[in-house]
């Protein structure tokens, strides 16, 4: 009985998963199908997003819908329309994260309502831009406690869904699901929708190679099956 009592004890101390599937939630099943396509179009419950993906479990990436907006387009270089962070926050996500700085001050960064579930709801905005050198730690480690503090779900976004939130994203699956150099970039390749023929994308190409991950965000085997269920 004392060996029970500590094994069930051991598993209690063991950093747990956030329980959201949002695989399940929107029906897809792998790193490439899109829940919100190119003009925003897919996933009403999610408008205000542009090409989103699903990343793990409880993440997923993506761009912001401005210039196809319906009913307020506007240039494409902007953050999350305000429709876009309440579709987040109904939906239960409780962070996104903005990879330009562009105009982030105009948007909400703290937003809250009321969720899909009837509960109360808070989704914080940040801003983490691409060109700072310090964002690449800061982001990861932000995933890392979404996905061992059950903080809930985190939507990753540049402008377009490509790019930059395509970057942040491959060595996030080098540093948690061990895609090597080679798979992180041609993941990064296949979700540029064919936007990477320009010689200045193999800068970002280089980046993801040379990307090493931090020791101290490493998951153990169970968590590691299960947050990277998508990308095997």
Not at 6 to 28: E, H, N
């Amino acid at each position: 009985m004392k060996i029970i009592i500590k094994l069930f004890l051991l598993i209690l101390s063991l950093p747990v998963l956030a329980q959201d599937d949002l695989g399940m939630r929107y029906g897809v099943n792998d790193l490439y199908s899109k829940i919100v396509d190119n003009r925003g179009n897919g996933e009403e419950r999610l408008y205000g997003l542009r090409n989103a993906r699903l990343l793990f479990k409880n993440i997923l990436r993506g761009g912001a819908n401005n210039a196809y907006h319906r009913t307020a387009p506007r240039s494409n270089t902007n953050p999350l329309p305000e429709d876009g962070l309440m579709s987040l926050c109904r939906e239960g996500f409780s962070t996104a994260i903005y990879l330009y700085e562009t105009n982030y001050e105009t948007a909400s960064q703290d937003i809250t309502c009321v969720n899909d579930k009837g509960l109360p709801q808070r989704l914080v905005y940040l801003n983490h831009p691409y060109s700072k050198s310090e964002s690449a730690e800061k982001i990861l480690r932000q995933i890392y406690a979404h996905i061992t503090e059950d903080k809930g779900s985190l939507y990753l976004h540049c402008w377009n869904g490509w790019h930059a939130s395509g970057f942040f994203s491959a060595i996030a699956l080098r540093q948690f699901c061990d895609f090597s150099a080679e798979e992180a970039v041609t993941y990064w390749d296949k979700n540029t929708d064919g936007v990477n023929t320009e010689p200045g994308y193999e800068t970002i190409r280089k980046k993801i190679r040379a990307f090493i991950p931090y020791p101290d965000l490493k998951l153990n085997s169970a968590q590691k099956s299960d947050l990277c269920s998508y990308a095997n």
